[in-house]
T-cell receptor, first 111, second 117 residues
Framework: QKEVEQNSGPLSVPEGAIASLNCTYS??????FFWYRQYSGKSPELIMF????GDKEDGRFTAQLNKASQYVSLLIRDSQPSDSATYLC???????????FGKGTKLTVNP | GAVVSQHPSWVICKSGTSVKIECRSL??????MFWYRQFPKQSLMLMAT?????????EQGVEKDKFLINHASLTLSTLTVTSAHPEDSSFYIC?????????????FGPGTRLLVL
């Protein structure tokens, strides 16, 4: 069964620090990788997507993909209390329309 | 990013009634939409994949006769929960896939909270 694994946390970091969120996936044929943020009681919000090995930066967010290691991560620089949420890693399986979601990592940024 | 709306945002209904939830892509056309369900403190569960003009593909364990999906246009998919029961109370979220050259991305609607009494 194809899986996406995330550390459920909670991950707690002080304001201004770097938060590092990790995700591994089992399907080597996966093509597309996404990070979503979900605040409590709300639906997921797309933060970043990445398709190629390496780093992709967008503001305070950096996604890192290593297909050989089947590993994708999200770094949040200068973390803010408003970044406190559950972060979902999602992977699109090769040959499929569906996204497979991890169970999410709960991040708390302490003022 | 692209905008996806859902209506209604909240539904409270009596057991045995049917509830229809609409999902619209507002600024793009979506040949594929997805319906998810999320129970409190649990992860998203994909219920079905909805393709415009064809029958939906349901995930294992999801009753297609109970959760009716219609994707009648490139901007609208509907989910009808038929003969709802208290165990159907959940957070129902749709997503729509935007296909651009070299890139495809799923955007989520704000969700619909269903409470069946």
């Amino acid at each position: 069964q194809k899986e996406v694994e995330q550390n459920s946390g909670p991950l707690s970091v002080p304001e201004g620090a770097i938060a590092s969120l990790n995700c591994t996936y089992s399907d080597r044929g996966s093509q597309s990788f996404f990070w979503y943020r979900q605040y409590s009681g709300k639906s997921p919000e797309l933060i970043m997507f990445i398709y190629s090995n390496g780093d992709k930066e967008d503001g305070r967010f950096t996604a890192q993909l290593n297909k050989a290691s089947q590993y994708v991560s999200l770094l949040i620089r200068d973390s803010q209390p408003s970044d406190s949420a559950t972060y979902l890693c999602a992977v699109r399986e090769g040959g499929s329309e569906k996204l497979v979601f991890g169970k999410g990592t709960k991040l708390t940024v302490n003022p | 990013g692209a905008v996806v709306s859902q209506h209604p945002s909240w539904v409270i209904c009596k057991s045995g009634t049917s509830v229809k939830i609409e999902c619209r892509s507002l600024d793009f056309q979506a040949t594929t939409m997805f319906w998810y369900r999320q129970f409190p403190k649990q992860s998203l569960m994909l219920m079905a994949t909805s393709n415009e003009g064809s029958k939906a593909t349901y995930e294992q364990g999801v009753e297609k006769d109970k959760f009716l999906i219609n994707h009648a246009s490139l901007t609208l998919s509907t989910l009808t929960v038929t003969s709802a029961h208290p165990e159907d109370s959940s957070f129902y979220i749709c997503s729509a896939r935007e296909d651009l050259i070299g890139r495809e991305t799923q955007y989520f609607g704000p969700g619909t909270r269903l409470l069946v009494l």
